[in-house]
């Protein structure tokens, strides 16, 4: 039996019985993959590749939490790449290419360790690693940034700012200190009688 795992053709004389794996790739199957697919749970391969296959791609294949690869590469697929995949933590090969894939790759845990060739001939993917930006509505929004001149304009108001508060401080207290000096010298006997200070006799 010849089997492609992981992107390699492999030659096996008998079959394991351990193996768990699905291989239908290169027919003529067509129509959509069924959400039942994901209740076997036990599977680490699947190979749906080079088929005529249309609809999405089911959401439930995030079950398959012993995956350790999926080709689902030249079909018809279309739709957006579920999310919920990169729950897939042993996914080591993934391969969606050459279908009609759209909106944001999925990032997270093992996708970011696939390359463009897992997404290649989607016209309509976007996001990493693929260098075409995604600018959907439904796009997380990036925080406002600040230019350059902005952050020196309110840096620029902010130091004007502090400026105004240390001369008023400087003033008030030179205003303050004369004021004093005065009423003490000129009026030392009411000042005294005010705050209650009795000379010291002599």
């Not at 992981?6 to 794996?21: R, S």
């Not at 690869?69 to 933590?89: A, C, F, H, R, V």
């Amino acid at each position: 039996m010849t089997m492609t795992n992981k992107g390699i053709a492999l030659f096996y004389e008998k079959v394991q019985d351990l193996f768990k794996a699905i291989d239908i790739s290169s027919n003529r199957f067509g129509g959509e993959i069924p959400e039942s697919i994901g209740n076997l749970r036990g599977l680490h391969l699947l190979n749906l590749s080079n088929n005529v296959l249309t609809g999405h791609i089911p959401q439930s294949l995030a079950n398959l939490t012993e995956l350790e690869s999926l080709d689902l590469s030249e079909n018809n697929l279309s739709g957006e790449i579920p999310q919920q995949l990169t729950q897939l933590t042993f996914l080591g090969f993934f391969n969606v290419s050459n279908n009609l894939l759209t909106g944001p790759i999925p990032q997270g845990n093992q996708f970011g360790t696939f390359g463009n060739n897992s997404f290649e001939g989607n016209s309509e993917l976007c996001g990493r690693p693929l260098s075409k930006d995604c600018e959907d509505s439904n796009a997380l929004p990036t925080p406002p940034s600040i230019s350059i001149d902005q952050s020196q304009e309110s840096g620029s108001a902010f130091e004007f700012g502090w400026k105004v508060i240390v001369v008023g401080y400087a003033f008030g207290l030179v205003v303050g200190v004369t004021i004093g000096h005065i009423v003490i010298t000129r009026k030392r006997d009411w000042f005294m009688n005010i705050f209650g200070i009795k000379q010291l006799a002599r």
